[in-house]
């Protein structure tokens, strides 16, 4: 199994997460995305999506992050990235999907360097675009959170979903670009949680072996 990846993408620090959950060995192949490596010949016969991450495994070429966790949760599914019943998997998804679709492609490097490059917009401008569309989406993260009963330790229940392994990595991006979490107590504590756990800590960017 090799996971195509890059220590500070979003989407490859999600599918690392899930990868140590379910304690899955893997080989890593670094590509360097501020350097372009991502849109060379090479890794766009692989991907043509020329995005992160990939993960090749039996000839299979797998991308977009939640369809390799999704696809990791069908052939390994111990320990479970879902909950067994029907409206708590939708719920899990729903939270995913909050994170990977409505909050980060807002704020990913192509929007950021069209909005700097393209469009002639400041750094200040380019990080307020930022604070701003992080703002919206962890405030409806924060009340879809509080909609769960009873709680849990983690975005759904008492163990490690889907959900968290998106989360943690928002949640890093957030504190890059210095933005004020204090309005999200929910999410900070499930994030506080969840970096309790190795499987979290080994998968966070300063930890990945091509860190600059």
């Given amino acids: 199994m090799k996971l195509h990846t890059y220590f500070r993408s979003s989407a490859a620090f999600r599918v690392r997460i899930a990868l140590n959950l379910k304690g899955l060995a893997y080989e890593a192949a670094f590509v360097h995305l501020p350097k372009g490596e991502h849109r060379q010949p090479a ?35 111990q320990p479970p990235l879902l909950p067994e019943d029907a409206p708590g998997r939708a719920r899990v998804r729903s939270l995913s999907l909050l994170i990977a679709c409505e909050i980060h492609p807002l704020n990913n490097t192509r929007v950021l360097q069209h909005l700097k490059h393209a469009l002639g917009r400041t750094e200040e401008q380019v990080n307020a675009w930022y604070r701003h569309w992080i703002a919206d989406g962890l405030a409806r993260l924060e009340a879809q959170l509080a909609r769960a009963p009873g709680g849990g330790r983690y975005c759904h229940g008492d163990s490690p979903t889907m959900a968290d392994c998106c989360l943690v990595p928002q949640i890093f991006n957030a504190q890059r670009y210095r933005c004020d979490t204090s309005p999200y107590p929910l999410a900070m504590r499930v994030f506080a949680e969840c970096m309790r756990l190795d499987a979290f800590e080994r998968a966070q960017p300063s930890r990945q072996p091509d860190k600059e």
Avoid at 47 to 72: C, D, K
Wanted: net charge negative; proline share 9%; hydrophobic share 35%.
């Fill in 43 to 77: 890794y766009g016969t692989l991907n043509p999506q020329a995005l992160l991450p990939a993960l090749e495994e039996g000839g299979h070429v797998l991308t977009q992050s939640l369809a390799i966790i999704e696809y990791l949760e069908e052939t390994r599914p």
